[in-house]
């Protein structure tokens, strides 16, 4: 898991406990009707997809090298965090049951906090739904999973993220550094939203409920 945001939010005992059972029993359809939680069946289709160069080098938390093998372990990896409310991993299917996407989110239930790194395969990148549905899943953490806070990373030359996160509404914060699942490190544009501001962005009409 990577590293909680910078503002640090205390969550009550009570809020801690709720956060962690959203997660553990979070229904993956209240984010897509093709969505469904990852399991190691899917483990080649999003070997598959994570090979492709253009899906995978601006992502800087993903298992490498990545082989079915590695991807399956990070698939296992992350049901055992959700297990404890702090991770889950959700896939978007094709018609013929490929993955077509990923969104992972991480949580920490004792700051209230997330964040999300995610992906869409090559060939429907570019269709103009990027941010759309990247908005979607900004209000799915706070709305869904009840944190109060989500902090968000772009490598320094990804102009695309960059533009669909603060198209979102969300606080640039300079730069920081994102550790990589080596312990290395890579530096990162860094922003931050609270749900009190994604709540003003939503009801002003700017971004999808």
Same mark, same amino acid.
């Given at each position: 898991m990577s590293d909680p945001p910078i503002t640090v939010i205390r969550a009550s005992p009570g809020e801690e406990a709720d956060?962690?059972?959203?997660?553990? @029993?979070?229904?993956?359809?209240?984010?897509? =009707?093709?969505?469904?939680?990852?399991?190691?069946?899917?483990?080649?289709?999003?070997?598959?997809?994570?090979?492709?160069?253009?899906? =995978?080098?601006?992502?800087?938390?993903l298992p490498r090298p990545i082989t079915e093998e590695t991807v399956r372990a990070w698939i296992e990896a992350t049901a055992v965090q959700q297990g404890r409310g702090e991770a889950v991993l959700v896939l978007s299917l094709d018609e013929d049951? @490929?993955?077509?996407?990923?969104?992972?989110?991480?949580v920490w239930p004792d700051r209230s906090s997330a964040e999300i790194a995610g992906a869409t395969r090559a060939d429907r990148q570019n269709r103009g739904q990027g941010t759309t549905g990247a908005a979607r899943s900004f209000g799915w953490m706070f709305e869904v999973l009840g944190v109060r806070l989500v902090g968000l990373t772009a490598?320094?030359?990804?102009?695309?993220?960059?533009?669909?996160? @603060?198209?979102?509404?969300f606080r640039p914060m300079g730069e920081r550094d994102s550790r990589r699942p080596d312990g290395t490190l890579r530096r990162s544009l860094y922003w931050e939203m609270t749900a009190e501001e994604w709540r003003r962005v939503r009801d002003a009409g700017d971004a999808p409920s």
């Open positions: 956060i962690r059972r959203r997660v553990r @029993e979070v229904d993956p359809t209240s984010l897509g =009707s093709d969505r469904v939680i990852a399991v190691p069946g899917h483990a080649a289709s999003l070997a598959r997809m994570l090979a492709d160069p253009r899906v =995978s080098d601006p992502i800087y938390d049951g @490929e993955v077509a996407g990923y969104s992972r989110f991480s490598a320094l030359d990804n102009v695309r993220s960059a533009r669909v996160i @603060e198209a979102a509404g």
